[in-house]
């Protein structure tokens, strides 16, 4: 289908960031934004672009009080020949298919989230950056506004979608990867079986930022989650997908139990790692097996993965205060290569052999 959506152009276009190797992670946001509401009766209507500002929303709105929401992080990025590109947006809107079935929040198909990605990107064009390890942050996002204290799903939706130019979420401070301090959490938790833990709602984050201060505290970038029952099982990290190199094996928590973010640069890695020969497991690894790995020297590597993340080692793990060091705390070969690959390919340099880029059709 072909949407053609009114667009309302910015009357005061905001200064682009004038150096584009220092944005860091979503600190700047574009001119527009997309919207488009959801009506009972109606289904979704009304797409639109528009300047990006402040939204009016009614106090007693049912997800200022119940979090009946959703979002979705996808990111653009432009070819040494300027054209624009996705990568894999049709898992996000697989995933988003899948959150909001779990939020009762009413599905959204795929070429509504791709026509107004690509509505939104056109008036904002020239915010894509193209300075190494940058990309433009794509944030689709659903919620309820019904007026409405009961809690039961809402008859009426917004979906909107911003945008901005960003570096890496773990970034070094020239751009470039490091390796991160990473706090094993034990006395709180992220997701257990039958919760939410597998989908992208703004819950699973804000229930786990006690944990993240705490993290701070002892000079940790995030947390490593463990699982809800025992306490034992590694299961992810805050923004992102963990992975383990044990001897000649890669190792990251298998998504069953549904309370793992099954993140798309996470099945990227995993289908690199394959096509590469590499030994890759979705299993589950306690904290005990990757001390006991560490005594041994046979803990080789330890990596987040996400759309936020790209791919960001991990020098060490704190666990009850002591420090467990990972590769000497330095950068790893594995992560590195991932890490070259996949930007390589998001951004055009490196061929799409796996059939992963969407290019949008529009260019700079
Ligand atoms: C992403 O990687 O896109 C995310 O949504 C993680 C976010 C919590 C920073």
Not at 25 to 33: A, G
Not at 286 to 313: M, R, W, Y
Not at 314 to 333: A, E
Not at 340 to 362: A, E, H, R, S
């Amino acid at each position: 289908m072909n949407y053609n959506f009114p667009v309302t152009r910015t009357t005061h276009p905001k200064p682009r960031p004038e150096d584009e190797t220092k944005l860091g992670f979503c600190k700047f946001f574009t001119d527009h934004m997309f919207v488009m509401d959801y009506d009972e009766g109606m289904g979704w209507h009304d797409g639109r672009v528009v300047p990006h500002e402040p939204i009016l929303i009614e106090p007693a709105s049912c997800v200022l009080h119940y979090a009946q929401m959703m979002f979705e992080g996808m990111k653009a990025y432009v070819t040494p020949s300027g054209e624009i590109q996705l990568f894999r947006p049709d898992m996000n809107a697989k995933r988003m298919a899948s959150t909001n079935e779990r939020m009762c929040i009413p599905e959204l198909p795929e070429e509504i989230l791709l026509a107004g990605v690509k509505a939104v990107i056109k008036e904002d064009i020239d915010w894509v950056p193209s300075a190494p390890g940058t990309a433009l942050y794509i944030r689709p996002f659903i919620f309820g506004d019904e007026v409405s204290f009961s809690v039961l799903p809402a008859k009426h939706y917004r979906f909107l979608i911003i945008l901005s130019p960003c570096g890496s979420y773990y970034a070094a401070n020239d751009g470039g990867l490091s390796a991160t301090r990473i706090y094993v959490q034990d006395k709180y938790i992220r997701a257990a079986k039958g919760g939410t833990g597998y989908a992208k709602v703004g819950g699973n984050y804000g229930g786990g930022m006690r944990a993240s201060k705490d993290a701070m505290k002892v000079d940790c970038k995030d947390v490593l989650w463990l699982d809800a029952e025992e306490h034992k099982y590694v299961e992810e990290i805050g923004t992102s997908n963990a992975f383990f190199k044990i001897g000649d094996e890669v190792i990251t928590a298998p998504l069953d139990s549904g309370t793992i973010l099954p993140g798309i640069t996470r099945n990227s890695v995993i289908e690199l790692l394959k096509k590469w020969g590499v030994k890759i497991t979705e299993r589950k690894l306690s904290i005990d097996e990757i001390i006991e790995a560490q005594n041994k020297g046979t803990l080789k590597e330890i990596f987040a993965s996400g759309t936020a993340a790209v791919i960001s080692p991990i020098g060490c793990l704190n666990i009850k205060g002591k420090d467990l060091l990972v590769n000497d705390g330095n950068v790893g070969p594995t992560a590195q290569k991932l890490y070259d690959t996949l930007y390589g390919i998001q951004t055009g340099t490196v061929k799409d052999d796996m059939g992963w880029t969407y290019p949008l059709g529009l260019k700079k």
